[in-house]
């Protein structure tokens, strides 16, 4: 045997070079070669479809079908599919922080915000999220559209156009007729439509959910039976003689 000066590392590999190698392991069956096979295949598929899914709300009202009418509200109403679409109206997102950033919420869930006016209704999100639901399923009964739409339609039909506010000092005050914003037009829309229902459903035999569904298909064919549209002219009027 050679004697290995440099190192004891030439002695470990001379010993290596000497032992047999192992033999290579034996390939799997071919049954199990098909099964990870289709399994890859499944999985591929499976996160193919996960990926093209299509977001609808309360995994049912499609959001790519819906259009705002209106262009001057188009910005105010958050329905776009690419970026406003949800599963549920309950984002949890901090839209009061900052001024004007409520226009990005969105629409279902402002309306579902509306609904936990009063104290008795605070803070009772989860309530107002299954009478949403609830009145979305009765406007497709009724209706045989998309709930959304009828929403998105009501909106636009109930918001003031004009308004008085009062002007003026020194104790002399007149009231003078003013153009109202878009975002003001949004809000005072969804204020409405929410009272109009709200008080509909008091001391009534039909539900709040039944009462919104009315409220939301009267105002979105602009119907005088509607609480908003009757208020809407009202407020419309008065601003008219204020001219």
Not at 55 to 84: C, G, M, P, Q
Request: hydrophobic content about 40%; glycine content about 4%; overall charge positive.
């Amino acid at each position: 045997m050679p004697i290995y000066k440099s190192s004891k590392l030439g002695f470990w590999a001379h010993l290596r070079s000497l032992s047999p190698s192992p033999p290579p392991p034996p390939p799997p069956p071919p049954s199990l070669l098909s099964r990870a096979h289709h399994l890859a295949l499944a999985a591929a598929a499976a996160m193919a479809m996960v990926t093209e899914q299509e977001v609808k709300l309360f995994n049912r009202w499609t959001f790519d079908e819906v259009n705002v009418t209106d262009i001057s509200l188009a910005d105010y109403i958050a329905v776009t599919s690419t970026k406003h679409a949800t599963y549920l109206p309950h984002t949890a997102g901090r839209y009061s922080v900052k001024r004007f950033r409520k226009a990005q919420c969105p629409i279902i869930e402002r309306l579902t915000n509306s609904l936990m006016m009063h104290g008795r209704n605070n803070g009772k999100k989860l309530m107002a999220v299954r009478i949403v639901k609830h009145a979305m399923e009765i406007i497709h009964l009724l209706t045989d559209a998309n709930p959304i739409q009828i929403i998105v339609d009501a909106i636009i039909n109930s918001g003031p156009r004009e308004d008085a506010t009062r002007i003026g000092s020194a104790g002399v005050v007149r009231r003078q007729a003013v153009d109202i914003s878009p975002l003001r037009r949004v809000n005072q829309a969804i204020y409405l439509l929410t009272t109009g229902a709200r008080e509909s459903a008091f001391r009534n035999i039909k539900t709040i959910a039944e009462c919104l569904a009315d409220e939301l298909i009267n105002a979105a064919k602009g119907s005088s039976n509607s609480y908003a549209i009757k208020k809407k002219d009202e407020i419309e009027r008065v601003a008219k003689a204020n001219r």
